[in-house]
């Protein structure tokens, strides 16, 4: 007969209140050598090891309960801070559970110091290349001589140095992206405790139109909360007119700045 298995969510090193919420039904905390493991009993049928890789080819059930994993942590973070699980944690029983929190117990402490009273805040800047060639002249000396230089040309001088203008456009637009892309990432990381740049994305994954030129998360302490929005609004209303699109999302769990393995 196969028992239920546990799935946990996540970690805290306060007790949780789970009694009075109406949004997390079903949900048991833990107590283990100081840590509060925030899970549920879970189905051996749906969340086995070999159950659970068929239902990742679902992508409606993929979708359903990765959400569901996100808005439990969320909700736990409110009160509590959180070292977050991945999506997909099982413990066959407790033993097994008690056994992992024992074993990496240091490197647990060690996370909740580093991310005590902090936020994960998501970052992705965008650049509208179209917007952009249209303030070329005003962002780039050289597309602006040349420019100077296409007025007071013969037609036919005019014509040729349109078409070097052309070549040279795209290459000042990587340029001005990267430069304010490096801006950007500076203003936000000073304000920041940590910082982890991801991968860019292309449109197909986006969905959008504009470029994106900065993927990156950043750790902040509460307290400098309201001056990384206030930065993002001002850089926003500054460059939003030449194309730049800042997008801050937050607060997300810490997954990028949670390692869990063994300290020597």
């Known amino acids: 007969m196969k028992i239920d298995l546990i799935y946990v969510y996540c970690l805290t090193n306060s007790p949780p209140d789970l009694g009075h919420n109406n949004e997390l039904p079903g949900l048991i905390s833990v107590s283990i050598n100081g840590f509060f493991v925030i899970a549920k009993i879970v189905q051996y049928n749906e969340f086995s090891e070999e159950n659970f890789k068929k239902h990742l ?12 994993h996100i808005r439990v ?21 407790k033993t097994n559970l ?35 060639s249209g303030k070329i002249d005003e962002l780039s000396e050289e597309a602006a001589e040349l420019e100077k230089q296409i007025m007071e040309s013969s037609p036919g001088k005019a014509f040729l140095l349109n078409r070097k203008k052309a070549d040279i456009i795209g290459n000042e637009m990587d340029m001005i992206c990267k430069q304010y892309g490096q801006e950007y990432f500076d203003v936000f990381k000073n304000l920041s405790e940590s910082v982890i740049l991801n991968n860019l994305l292309p449109k197909e994954i986006t969905g959008r139109e504009e470029t994106m030129i900065l993927n990156a998360a950043f750790l902040l302490n509460k307290n400098k909360l309201a001056d990384f929005k206030r930065s993002a609004d001002l850089m926003n209303k500054k460059d939003g007119k030449s194309g730049f699109l800042i997008e801050t999302t937050g607060p997300w769990p810490p997954f990028s700045f949670i390692s869990i393995k063994e300290l020597q």
């Open 57 to 68: 080819s679902d992508i409606k059930w993929l979708e359903t309960n990765a959400r569901e």
């Open 98 to 132: 008690k056994k992992f929190i024992t074993d990496y117990s240091d490197s647990l402490n060690h996370n909740f110091f580093h991310i005590e009273g902090k936020e994960e805040w998501s970052v992705k800047i965008y650049c509208d290349r179209r917007t952009l």
């Open 73 to 93: 942590i969320g909700i736990i973070m409110m009160n509590n801070t959180v070292v977050p699980f991945k999506f997909g944690t099982i413990f066959q029983n």
